[in-house]
């Protein structure tokens, strides 16, 4: 289909492409649906995530493409448009072509990318990256292989109860890969333009005072108290429930795995207040802190700086999501560290809503959230909690 209509329209495109392909500028072709079905060499060295077909009609997520088609058949000039996607800092500038016929057949699409942080094109980054996977999937997956092969030996001898202890390790390794997978298909989704917010009506205290609950009796386990407060007033809003407990949870286990081993007190605390237009929350632990180094990357994907005696190789994409979810929300997040105190603050807009309000939807029913071992309260506090999928 793309090769017909390139044909029907050689004589306007072929002496563009020629034009473009050497031009040190990320440029591509689009049809009058806005399909991209060319892209010059540069963009296709230093931008290789922006060369897809849908990857236009991706990065204009949220505009109305009806409307901007109509616009490009009545411009002489060039349009722009950011994109508003999360962490997606592009503007796509628009030059529509006419035939000899003074008929629109497309345009050239300029990409002016501020960053390319999501997409780290260094050899050392790609190093430290395919370690990571290496890491944090292959090794839990020879474990579990190994595990299994002892379990069937001591099982022929009836050696029982020693199999607890390999089945705990089983348990735990599964859970870690259910993590990473999970991680790198939500980051995935925001990457390529096809994160959805499932946006419900939520009363945030009742919601937020039954899920900090239930997360205070798991966080106990590991020796941290959780201590949390939430606004005076009633707050309602829309929210995505399952996207915020991705950011709690991922908050509250990093402040679990860098708690300070010699402090006898450990503590996080969770404050939440609200404003007319959003809603502010303070995870504040009195852990290790992060190095001044190593700050300014912590948003970075698959940037780790882990400890080594924990027992799993994070990712690198926990607080690279939490920075995506609550952009997603329509708000921003900030981390201050020093050597006593790791402080993150977010916020969530209060201007979002739904296309179809309904009611107001309150938290689950408590036994659900402790007996669901896939929900994500349980998958993203794994790295540092002990559970038993058998």
């Known amino acids: 289909m793309q090769q017909d209509f390139y044909q029907q329209n050689k004589s306007t495109f072929a002496p563009l492409m020629e034009a473009c392909d050497g031009v040190p500028l990320p440029i591509a072709l ?20 922006l060369c897809s077909k849908d990857n236009v009609l991706s990065l204009l997520q949220g505009y109305d493409i009806d409307a901007l088609i109509a616009s490009l058949h009545t411009q002489n000039g060039a349009l722009s448009f950011p994109s508003r996607l999360p962490m997606a800092h592009t503007v796509l500038s628009f ?68 199999c607890e202890a390999l089945v705990k390790k089983l348990s735990a390794d599964c ?15 925001y990457a390529n333009g096809l994160a ?36 005076d007033e009633s707050v309602e809003l829309y929210l995505d429930t399952d996207k915020l407990v991705i950011v709690l949870t991922s908050l509250i286990s990093n402040c679990i795995a860098f708690a300070d081993p010699d402090r006898e007190e450990k503590h996080i605390r969770i404050e939440v207040t609200a404003s007319r237009r959003s809603v502010r929350f303070v995870v504040a632990d009195n852990g290790l802190g992060i190095p001044p180094e190593t700050l300014p990357h912590v948003f970075e994907p698959y940037f780790t700086s882990g400890r080594q005696d924990l027992q799993f190789t994070h990712l690198g994409l926990g607080l690279t999501l939490c920075k995506l979810i609550v952009n997603h929300h329509g708000g921003d997040i900030s981390v201050i560290s020093t050597e ?27 036994v659900e959230y402790i007996t669901n071992s896939y929900s994500p309260m349980y998958i993203y506090l794994s790295d540092v909690c002990e559970w038993s999928i058998l």
């Open 30 to 49: 689009v049809d009058t649906q806005l399909t991209q079905f060319w892209e010059n060499q540069y963009l296709k060295t230093n931008f290789p995530f």
């Open 196 to 231: 959805c917010l499932n946006l419900r009506l939520v009363s945030l205290n009742q919601y937020l005072d039954d899920l900090l609950r239930h997360l205070q009796m798991i966080v106990r386990r590991t020796g941290v108290r959780l201590e949390y407060t939430l606004p």
């Open 175 to 189: 859970y870690h890969m259910l993590k990473s997978c999970n991680s790198l298909s939500e980051y995935t989704a």
């Open 340 to 366: 006593k105190c790791t402080r993150v603050t977010f916020t969530l807009s209060r201007e979002l809503s739904d296309d179809h309000p309904g009611q107001i939807t309150f938290c689950d029913n408590p």
């Open 95 to 162: 030059s529509p072509l006419f035939d000899q016929n003074e008929v629109f057949v497309g345009a050239t699409v300029h990409f002016s990318v501020n960053t390319t942080q999501m997409f780290p094109s260094d050899t050392n980054r790609a190093q430290e990256m395919l370690q990571n996977f290496n890491t944090t999937l292959r090794d839990p997956l020879s474990s579990i292989f190994s595990n299994i092969s002892t379990i069937e030996r001591r099982l022929e001898i009836d050696d029982v109860y020693s």
